[in-house]
């Protein structure tokens, strides 16, 4: 079904049109910006009239009454005084828009039965409430790369925005019908890999029994357990002897040319990392696997056929002995007020992350293989932080001038060796489709449109100095003890607040409360700002928090739970909570708290919307906390289980849709877990 921001759009944008003539007239409907003027505002008409140099106030009120003299017809859709009071033309030019009461109960009873089945992956059917939200009529194959840690390096707090962004990204797309193809951009192929291999080789030299001998996986045992730390060892090697450093590039080297001694190094090392940081993504809940990993070594075979292409079609060109591309001139430039370059490969032959991420990018759109099958991305978000805003806008321009982001088919040209066996970027498993080094592309242009490149930013997470969040030896903070910790205060509350649970709830209830937290604080601010980290307001039971929403759940929870109880001792008066739901055919929201409650129910998928439009959590978290407050405030106002046969079934559906959308909105799409008691 359409959402009423969609209704009210079409039929005051055809009243405009009527009314002037013109066409393609946009009456650019939204919520109102005070409730006392209505419930939804209708600007667009001050722009037309600005364009047709007329009354904005006059024009506005011609198209108010082009609305009243609507007629309805056998196959019409809702006219809009089915939908709304009288309109209103107040100031230069704004409708106001009021919802009538018997418009939201129907719409919300339609919105609380609109199932659809759900095939789980066993094959079974399962009922899937989707709120009256369709899915999109033209469903987008859309890649979202986001999290990308580094092999090598334990994940700190800067990893957690692009992970849970990028995740909660995935999950409203997702609803909305897409198909997403989650991308893990691994850095496993650089000097920090190096760095590690020759520590780990000068290390297992050192054991007199494997002195002189082969090594193998078997053999060689990584004592990671102090991952980070092994890690520093590697790093201070490297910065204060030059012999050390030398090993460490001729390993990246070795590595390159596929040697199977350092093969196996980096495959342990790989293996070791992703322990790592799988564990991260499990307790954050967020759905990330091995088989969405795309490492830097996926595409290092791609690599000098990108050279070669973008040369040959003199959109690259040497300077000072590197090959470069220059996008738009008159915008990127340096300091000094030269043209600025995109790198591709540097004097000495090495490829640059620049290099990776052009051959990223037009894997994604010509051939991408994902779950057997091809893939040809209509839309790719990336999700990093502000700092790579400008790297991101090169990169952009850089395929455009290539043309890459034309969707197309694509042939290998004929040049270039035999195909070489590639190395995954785990464990060496066989070639996935890349192409091998020397390669060009042949395109076959389409007519199906391009390709959209996004770059969703976000900024830092701060300390209580109002700097970067750092431990107090300026080290970075590792997310998996940032975790930890939140559990462990989570723990503590509960253990104040309801001290008589059995231990394994409250195990339950504070990783639940603890992760919920952190992750429900970074989505409810806006993404493109830096934000203070704080447990103590995170945990708080009272405000725009995590606990404070998982508390509202649980509390309709105990409603349901004490109907049931009161069923059980009132047979005699046929009261079945469930029966009662289940027989409504109508319903009444005559008390201004539970009309003000519908509501804001039915303008669930409005904010999803905007949420995935936008690509900001806070909009969703936003909604949900003004649900639960407007729940509040019907509840103090309403007696539910106390109320009389003709109320109760109303108050009975407000109660049960209100839980399910908080629950829906928090588990399905911000990937935070609710708990029925706390």
């Not at 054991?207 to 890690?231: D, M, N, R, S, W």
């Not at 300091?335 to 790198?343: A, F, R, S, Y």
Request: with cysteine; charged share 30%.
């Amino acid at each position: 079904m359409k959402s009423i921001v969609e209704i009210l759009n079409d039929k005051i944008s055809a009243a405009m049109a009527d009314v002037t003539g013109q066409q393609r007239c946009a009456a650019i409907v939204g919520p109102a910006t005070d409730p006392k003027f209505g419930d939804y505002q209708a600007n667009g008409v001050m722009a037309l009239a600005k364009k047709l140099k007329t009354n904005p106030h006059k024009l506005a009120e011609e198209v108010v009454n082009k609305l009243n003299t609507e007629h309805r017809t056998p196959n019409s859709e809702l006219l809009l005084s089915d939908i709304c009071e009288q309109p209103e033309v107040a100031g230069p030019g704004f409708i106001n828009l009021r919802l009538k009461a018997d418009f939201v109960a129907k719409t919300l009873l339609e919105i609380s039965r609109h199932y659809v089945e759900e095939v789980l992956p066993g094959g079974n059917k399962v009922p899937y409430s989707r709120f009256g939200i369709d899915k999109v009529a033209n469903p987008k194959k859309i890649v979202v790369d986001f999290s990308a840690p580094n092999i090598a390096k334990e994940m700190h707090v800067g990893h957690l925005r692009s992970t849970i962004i990028g995740d909660c990204i995935c999950r409203v797309l997702e609803f909305l019908g897409h198909k997403v193809i989650r991308q893990n951009h691994i850095g496993n192929w650089g000097t920090q890999v190096g760095m590690l291999m020759a520590k780990l080789d000068e290390d297992s030299r050192k054991q007199e029994e494997y002195a002189g001998a082969p090594i193998t996986a078997e053999q060689l045992k990584l004592p990671l357990v102090i991952f980070e730390h092994f890690y520093k060892q590697a790093k201070q090697r490297y910065d204060s002897d030059e012999q050390f450093a030398k090993s460490a590039r001729e390993a990246v080297v070795r590595l390159h040319k596929n040697d199977p001694e350092y093969t196996v190094l980096w495959q342990i090392i790989v293996n070791e990392s992703r322990s790592h940081y799988q564990a991260i993504y499990d307790t954050l809940g967020v759905n990330l696997k091995k088989q969405h990993e795309r490492g830097e070594s996926f595409y290092k075979d791609m690599l000098p056929g990108i050279v070669e292409e973008l040369l040959k079609r003199k959109i690259a060109e040497k300077s000072k002995g590197a090959i470069c591309v220059f996008p738009d001139k008159e915008k990127f430039k340096t300091k000094d007020g030269n043209p600025m370059p995109l790198i591709i490969r540097k004097s000495d032959e090495a490829h640059l992350y620049a290099t990776t991420d052009l051959a990223a990018l037009r894997y994604r759109v010509t051939s991408m293989q994902y779950e057997g099958k091809e893939y040809k991305a209509d839309k790719i978000i990336y999700v990093t932080d502000a700092r790579q805003k400008l790297h991101f806008e090169m990169l952009f321009a850089v395929a455009r001038m290539a043309g890459w982001d034309v969707r197309q088919k694509v042939s290998p040209h004929p040049c270039g060796g035999g195909q070489k066996p590639a190395l995954s970027e785990a464990e060496g498993t066989e070639d996935r489709g890349q192409r091998t080094e020397g390669q060009l592309v042949r395109r076959s242009f389409s007519e199906d449109g391009r390709t959209e490149f996004v770059h969703v930013t976000f900024g830092s997470v701060l300390g209580e100095n109002g700097k970067p969040l750092k431990t107090r030896e300026g080290e970075n903070v590792k997310l998996k003890d940032l975790l930890n910790e939140a559990m462990e205060r989570a723990r503590k509350i509960v253990e104040e607040k309801n001290p008589n649970l059995p231990a394994a709830k409250k195990t339950e209830i504070a990783k639940a409360v603890g992760i919920g937290a952190v992750k429900y604080a970074d989505f409810s601010n806006n993404r493109t700002s830096d934000y203070v980290f704080s447990f103590n307001k995170m945990l708080a039971m009272e405000g725009n928090t995590a606990p404070y929403m998982q508390y509202a759940y649980a509390r309709i929870k105990s409603i349901e739970r004490k109907a049931q109880s009161i069923e059980r001792k009132a047979q005699s008066k046929d009261v079945d909570v469930e029966t009662e739901l289940a027989g409504i055919k109508s319903i009444a929201l005559t008390d201004p708290a539970e009309l003000d409650l519908a509501k804001h129910l039915i303008r669930y998928g409005e904010a999803i919307q905007s949420a995935a439009a936008d690509y900001r959590p806070n909009y969703l978290t936003a909604y949900l906390y003004e649900l639960a407050q407007k729940f509040s405030v019907f509840y103090t106002n309403c007696p539910v289980l106390d109320a009389g046969p003709d109320k109760r079934p109303t108050r009975l559906l407000l109660c049960s849709l209100t839980a399910r959308i908080i629950k829906h909105g928090l588990s399905n799409l911000l990937g935070i877990e609710v708990v029925e008691q706390m």
